[in-house]
């Protein structure tokens, strides 16, 4: 399986930007999709959006996810970070044939009001 390292993470205020990374183990040609995923204290994990190998970046809303497949790694950039965005954000991939899936450990973003 994929081991994934979250980082970038911290307190920010609101209205600031941000941008996550999430590094793979694995070679990218190996990996399907990989995405972010974020759970607030109390509430179910939610996914904030996926990318596909050899696609170009995933504009939804205020999130941005990017990928260097040649670094292995993909990104999430944040824009006009809100109080509720606060959470901890996961990386997530699914490797190979069998769509394998991989979690990251989270990073914790905070957004100050």
């Known amino acids: 399986q994929v081991q994934l390292v979250e980082s970038g993470g911290g307190l920010v205020q609101s209205g600031g930007s941000l941008r996550l990374s999430c590094a793979a183990s694995?070679?990218?040609?190996?990996?399907?999709?990989m995405g972010w995923y974020r759970q607030a204290p109390g509430k179910r994990r939610e996914l904030v959006g996926t990318i596909s190998s050899g696609t170009e970046d995933s504009v939804k809303g205020r999130f941005t996810i990017s990928r260097d497949n040649a670094k292995n790694t993909v990104y999430l950039q944040i824009d006009n970070l809100k109080p509720d965005d606060t959470a901890v954000y996961y990386c997530?991939?699914?490797?190979?044939?069998?769509?394998?899936?991989?979690w990251g450990q989270g990073t914790q973003v905070t957004v100050s009001s």
């Open positions: 694995e070679s990218s040609s190996s990996i399907n999709v």
């Open positions: 997530y991939a699914e490797q190979g044939r069998l769509r394998l899936p991989s």
